[in-house]
């Protein structure tokens, strides 16, 4: 069934030995996997996944996400994952915090995250860590060069964090960059120059409506034309 379309209450069924994830866009009832939303049903490692068109975040566990720093007490901040309601970010929640050294950080900062808990009964909970107390690359995003923000939709990212993605493996031949991409539809570039940060910005935006051999051409005329930093 995979690369296939299924749609929402389809029982969906693996031909695999041992254990399956049921990702976005499936659900467990029982013993059986059922569909959520129509779409293509994808595969990575052991991960299944529906692949739909989707502005709005729904929580996922184990899902990368940029949150937006909303609010601060004693014990938590409360970060904005684009999923309506805030999520919980407990201040021992990052490689190498103690109640009297974590990092300082202001409302409106961007904070590279993953969340643990997305029951909808209770609040969302997303840490900075792994399992085994290490950022793995996450944690709070730099500020002190320039950088954007932007937000596109979730399936896009999910497309843009594909093994191969032509895209990324093109413009990092291009330019010199960092991006950080949240699986809740925003996405974080920063670069030492200005120039280099809005084409950057601009190809990725543009490249959403695209497919690969657009994507492809694209880049050949960005590698073919000279641009002056500024």
């Given at each position: 069934m995979l690369?296939?379309?299924?749609?929402p209450g389809e029982i969906v069924e693996f031909e695999e030995d041992?254990?399956?994830i049921a990702g976005p866009g499936l659900t467990l009832k029982g013993d059986k996997i059922v569909c959520l939303n129509s779409g293509l049903l994808k595969k990575k490692g052991k991960i299944f996944w529906v692949q739909f068109f989707q502005s709005k975040y729904c929580t996922q566990k184990g899902d990368d996400v940029i949150g937006i720093i909303a609010g601060k007490t004693a014990e938590a901040f409360k970060v904005d994952v684009g999923a309506g309601e805030p999520a919980f970010l407990n201040v021992l929640s990052f490689e190498g915090a103690t109640k009297r050294s974590f990092?300082?950080?202001?409302?409106?900062?961007a904070v590279f995250c993953r969340i643990i808990s997305s029951?909808?009964?209770y609040e969302y909970e997303v840490v900075c860590v792994d399992g085994k107390g290490?950022?793995?690359?996450?944690?709070?995003?730099p500020s002190a060069q320039p950088s954007f923000l932007i937000n596109v939709s979730c399936n896009y990212c999910r497309r843009i964090l594909a093994e191969s993605c032509v895209l990324l493996d093109g413009l990092t031949?291009?330019?010199?960059?960092?991006i950080t991409i949240g699986h809740n539809g925003r996405i974080h570039v920063a670069s030492s120059s200005f120039g280099t940060l809005l084409l950057v910005v601009n190809a990725i935006l543009t490249a959403e409506s695209l497919d690969n051999s657009q994507i492809q051409k694209m880049l050949r005329k960005l590698e073919s034309k000279s641009f002056v930093d500024i």
């Open positions: 690369n296939e379309i299924v749609l041992g254990q399956c990092p300082d950080l202001k409302i409106g900062d029951d909808n009964a290490k950022a793995n690359g996450h944690g709070p995003l031949k291009l330019y010199k960059f960092e």
